[in-house]
């Protein structure tokens, strides 16, 4: 059984910045380097969507449109944990944010294939 513990979510002014946080834990010898960790979003009444996704080689990675340019993703397998970097937010970046990990070398950014999931942690943007 893996935990995922998301922090670093909180109040932001549109234009400024966040980095998420997803550290990883598992049993004893646990590493996060087989496995495709995801960044996910939801808003109240709606689906959640993959915001960005990395696979085991760190140079595999997806961005949902709307964030291309503004967010990045990178992972430290040494501290098994993967960050989300988020520039000029939006008030529409405004949701819940869940990291999510597979053990597989590579994924779609879609929500059925990852079965570890976080609590989440809300970002805001507003002025």
């Not at 946080?21 to 993959?50: D, H, M």
Request: glycine share 12%; hydrophobic share 30%; net charge negative.
């Amino acid at each position: 059984q893996l935990q995922l513990v998301e922090s670093g979510g909180g109040l932001v002014q549109p234009g400024g910045s966040l980095r998420l946080s997803c550290l990883v834990s598992g049993r004893n010898g646990f590493s996060l380097a087989l496995y495709t960790i995801g960044w996910f979003r939801q808003v109240p009444g709606k689906e959640r969507e993959g915001v960005s996704c990395i696979g085991i080689d760190a140079d595999s990675t997806y961005y949902e449109d709307s964030v291309k340019g503004r967010f990045t993703i990178s992972r430290d397998d040494s501290k098994n944990t993967v960050y989300l970097q988020m520039n000029n937010l939006k008030p529409e970046d405004t949701a819940v944010y869940y990291c999510a990990t597979e053990f597989i070398s590579n994924a779609q950014c879609v929500e059925w294939m990852f079965e570890h999931w976080g609590q989440g942690t809300q970002v805001t943007v507003s002025s």
